[in-house]
Every structure is written in structure tokens, then in C-alpha cells.
């Protein structure tokens, strides 16, 4: 990108970028050292732009849909009103959770409604967990995308807390990969996550509140042989959370990805027991994890306590992918 310096609220814009209506910004650049010497010492320097949103007065609309917490009563009524809270007196959300079904992401949602939390899944087939909003949807089709979100905005209020987790995998040597294996993988991993990535961050931005949680795979920092496409696909979430983070962290929202190993699912069930047994011995820690292990990272990451990590790559995967 070429930009102009320039100070708010006047705004000198690049030619290539457009002014969007009733959204104004600013932009400028910043300078920092790479190598944390003085510029006197010749080191080298980083130039970033920045993006300062404007930071209007919240509305009561805005506020009644980004929270439910309840003012007007005592301490003591709130300690009882607590006893009975899941949520504990925390700030109950809308969470949505992209092929939550089964696995890992039905285990996410689990989490999530017995913590309290408004929360929807999308998946194209399976049934959604008990106190779930189930919608149909193919996050390769961006009509179908806005359609779900419009079915869980009129249910919930805005996504205030996005977990993309629907993936795919399409398996096979690379010389025997067909374009059409690797862009199915693409298409929904990759794809699809930035779709209902955009799709979320518009009223993120307006809550000024948003947490986008990537779930990704220790086979995109590995690599795995038969999994070119898989890889490549986990792997780019990760590019993808940091520029989210850069361009709309200001506004509140952070982006995340949870990079799982090999955790104890459906799908691992049916794996012969000496494929398991070789799994394990590549672990540090011995074992297989379980769903729990990915979900209270997830939900650690969805939290107020979280409010400073953004951009972050966290494994859950017993220290199979560690130093990469």
C-alpha cells in the first residue's frame, strides 16, 4: 500500500482507496526498529500503517445487543443472581461456531451453551448440540454465509464471538492431487474462514467488542505427506488472523488461531491401535489429547481475560509441532 502521512481527522487517502459511506478512518504510517538499536546506529526499520477508527458513541441498540449484564442491583442480589448464573455474572455473548456438528467444533459449542452463551453452529449436515441454534449452511457459498448470519443476528443479536472451524480433507500424494482435490480443500478451509470472518467483523466493528478464533492443525506448521493441500490451507490462517489483528484490533476485536494435534475424536476412534501407538511416541507428552484440551483454549481465548493476545498462534498438540 502507498500512504500519504497524515493527521486525524484529516485525511489524505491513496488514490487506490475508496472512502466507504458513514465509515471514515485514519491512516498513518509508523515508524519502528527492527533491531531495537537507535536510527543513529543504522538499524533497520519497520514501517507500518496504521488504521484509527472513528469511536462514535455506543447506542443503546449497540449496547443491548453486545450485552446482557444487568445493572441496578446490589452486590448481594448479584452474588445470588450468580449462584444460578453459568456465565458466573460474566457478560453472556453470541457465539457462533462453524461446523459444530461433530468433533472438536460440537465439543466447542458444548462448552460455550453450558457456560451461558448464546450459541449458534453452521455445518451441512449432523444435528446441532441440545440448546444450540443449528442453521444450515455451506461456508463455500457466500449467499448461503449471509443468509446464516441474518437467521442467527434475528435469534442472538450481532456474532460477537466467531469460532471458524469448519474444515475439510481430501487426502492423496501430490502427484496424484487433482486441482479440483485441492481447491475443494481451499474452498472451505481457507475460504470459507474469510468469509464468515468478513461476514462477522462488520458488526464487530460497530460493538466495538469481537473475538475471531481460527481452529487450524499442527500439519500447518509440520507439514504432512498426503496433505498438500490440508497444510497449505491450515497454514494460511495464520497470515490471515495477523492482518485481521493489525486492521481491526483498534476497535477492539482481537484474531487468534489454535493450531490442535492429535486429539481424540470420532475420526481417531477408528484409527488401528499400532497407527495410535506411533502417534503417540512423536508427542512429548505421551498421549493423545482430549477435546477439553482444545475447547478451554478456545474459551480462554473468547474470554475478558484474553483482551491483550491477538494475532497469536496457540498449539494444543502435547508439544508435537513445537519450535515451528
Known amino acids: 500500500m502507498h500512504w500519504r502521512w497524515s493527521s486525524c481527522p484529516t485525511v489524505t487517502h491513496s488514490p487506490r482507496v475508496k472512502r466507504a459511506p458513514a465509515q471514515e478512518w485514519c491512516a498513518s504510517w509508523v515508524r519502528l526498529p527492527v533491531s531495537g538499536g537507535p536510527e543513529a546506529t543504522g538499524a533497520a526499520f519497520l514501517y507500518l500503517p496504521v488504521l484509527t477508527w472513528p469511536q462514535p458513541a455506543e447506542s443503546a441498540r449497540t449496547a443491548g445487543a453486545r450485552s446482557d449484564t444487568v445493572t441496578g442491583v446490589t452486590d448481594a442480589d448479584q452474588s445470588q443472581d450468580n449462584s444460578t448464573d453459568p456465565t458466573g455474572g460474566a ?30 453452529t453452521t455445518s451441512r449436515s449432523g444435528e446441532a448440540p441440545a440448546g444450540v441454534l443449528g442453521v444450515r449452511c455451506d461456508i463455500t457459498d457466500a ?28 487426502d492423496t500424494l501430490v502427484l496424484r492431487m487433482t486441482d479440483e482435490d485441492w481447491q475443494q480443500v481451499i474452498d472451505t478451509n481457507l475460504t470459507g474462514s474469510f468469509r464468515v470472518a468478513k461476514r462477522a467483523v462488520r458488526p464487530m466493528i460497530r460493538g466495538r467488542f469481537g473475538r475471531i478464533i481460527f481452529i487450524s492443525s499442527v500439519v500447518g506448521l509440520l507439514g504432512s505427506a498426503g496433505q498438500v493441500n490440508y497444510a497449505a490451507s491450515k497454514a494460511g490462517l495464520l497470515g490471515m488472523a495477523r492482518s485481521l489483528a493489525r486492521e481491526v484490533g483498534s476497535r477492539g476485536i482481537t484474531a487468534n488461531v489454535i493450531a490442535p494435534g492429535f486429539i481424540e475424536t470420532d475420526m ?14 512423536q508427542i512429548p ?22 483482551g ?6 496457540i498449539p494444543v498438540d502435547g508439544g508435537l509441532g513445537m519450535g515451528h
Open 143 to 170: 449467499g448461503q454465509v449471509e443468509a446464516a448470519f441474518t437467521q442467527i443476528e434475528e435469534a442472538h443479536g450481532p456474532v460477537e464471538v466467531l469460532v471458524a472451524n469448519a474444515g475439510i480433507t481430501k
Open 308 to 313: 491483550y493476545i491477538t494475532g497469536a498462534q
Open 91 to 120: 457478560t453472556a455473548r453470541s457465539v457462533l461456531v462453524t461446523g459444530g456438528s461433530r468433533g472438536i467444533g460440537r465439543a466447542i459449542a458444548e462448552r460455550f451453551a453450558a457456560a451461558g452463551h448464546r450459541v449458534a
Open 268 to 281: 481417531t476412534a477408528e484409527l488401528a491401535d499400532d497407527l495410535v501407538a506411533g502417534y503417540k511416541k
Open 285 to 306: 507428552l505421551g498421549r493423545l489429547g482430549a477435546t477439553e484440551d482444545v475447547t478451554a483454549a478456545v474459551e480462554f481465548l473468547a474470554g475478558d481475560a484474553a
